[in-house]
C-alpha cells in the first residue's frame, strides 16, 4: 500500500498525567486532537477514556487504524503491557480489550518507541541508518531505530537507558537499583539539585524560589529549565551538570550502539543547547576513541511532544499495510 493509499489512523500517547490522542495522516500531519487526564488507579479507567478519544476522534476524521504509546514495558507481541511504573497496568491485554470495544484494528508500542519512530519518519530523525532516541522527562527513556526498523529486543523491552548503571553505589531509583543515568540526567535530576541549593539557604535559589512561591517542595524540573533559559546563572549551572551527564551516558550508548545520529526529546530537551552545548561536549571528552572516529550528531528533536502521537499514528498505519 503506498502514502496515497493510506488513511489517517488515530495515534495515541498515554503519560502518567494525560492521554493524547490525534488523527494523523500519512505525511504526519495532524487533523485533530484531543486530551484527557490519565486515571492512574485502574487499568480499566484507562481503557474508558481511550475508548472515549477514538470514538470522538472517528466521528470528525475517517481513520483506519490505532496506534498506542504506553508508558510501560510492552511484549514482543505487542499486544500485552507487561508493566507500568505510572498506571495500574500488570501484565494488561490492551489490544485485546480495545479491538473487541472498538471498530478499529489496534497496535500498542512503548512511548519512547513510538516517539523514536515518529522523529525517524517526520523528524530530526530521517535519513538514519542508526538512529538512537532518548527522552528526558521525570525520567528516561529511549527507542532504537536500525535499518529502518524499531529495535525492541527479544523480550520487547529494549531502549531502557535511563536504567544503566552510571555511578555504583549512587542515588536509589524508582526501579530498586542504584546510580541509573535518569537518576543524574532528567527533570527528577533537576529538581532534586535545585532543592538541595534551596535547602542550604544560598541567596543564589532565590530567584527560583520566587517562581514557586518560596516553596523548595513545589520546585519541579521545567521551573528550573526556565529560569535557566531566563539566565538565571545558579539554574544554569544545574542544567550544565544534567547536560554533562547527558553526554557522559550518550558516550557510553555511542560504544555499543555507534549510532549516527542521537535525537534529544523530552520536556528537559527544551532547554536547548543550555543542555544540548555541554553534552555535545562532554560527549566528546568521553567518547571511546575520540579522535580516531566520526562523532555522532546530537539533535533536538523537532516533533516535541506530538512526536509519541505522530509516530503511534505511523507506526498503525504501517501494521495495516503490512510493513
Known sequence: MSTADRQPAIGIDIGGSKVAAAVV?????????????????????????????????????????????????????????RFSPHLAWRNEPLVDRLEARLALPVVVDNDANAAAWGEYRFGAGQGSGTFAMITLGTGIGGGLVLGGEVHRGRWGVAG???????????????????????????????????VALAGTGSPRALPLLDRVGHDPAAIRGHHVTAAALDGDPACEEILTGVGEWLGRGLAGLAAVLDPE???????????????????????????????????????????GNDAGLIGAADLAQRGLAGA
Open 25 to 81: 495522516d500519512p505525511d504526519g500531519r495532524m487533523l485533530g486532537r484531543r486530551t484527557i487526564p490519565t486515571p492512574t488507579d485502574r487499568a480499566d479507567a484507562v481503557e474508558e477514556v481511550i475508548v472515549e478519544l477514538v470514538d470522538t476522534l472517528a466521528a470528525e476524521h475517517a481513520a483506519c487504524a490505532v496506534g498506542i504509546g504506553a508508558a510501560g514495558w510492552v511484549d514482543e507481541t505487542r499486544r500485552l503491557v
Open 160 to 194: 531502557e537507558w535511563g536504567h544503566l548503571c552510571v555511578v555504583p553505589d549512587g542515588q536509589i531509583c524508582p526501579c530498586g537499583n542504584r546510580g541509573c543515568w535518569e537518576q543524574y540526567c532528567s527533570g527528577e535530576a533537576l529538581r532534586r539539585e535545585a
Open 261 to 303: 545520529r542521537f535525537v534529544i526529546g523530552g520536556g528537559v530537551s527544551e532547554a536547548g543547547d543550555k543542555l544540548l552545548g555541554p553534552a555535545r561536549t562532554s560527549f566528546a571528552r568521553h567518547l571511546t576513541g575520540r579522535g580516531f572516529r566520526p562523532m555522532a550528531e546530537i539533535l533536538p528533536a523537532r516533533l
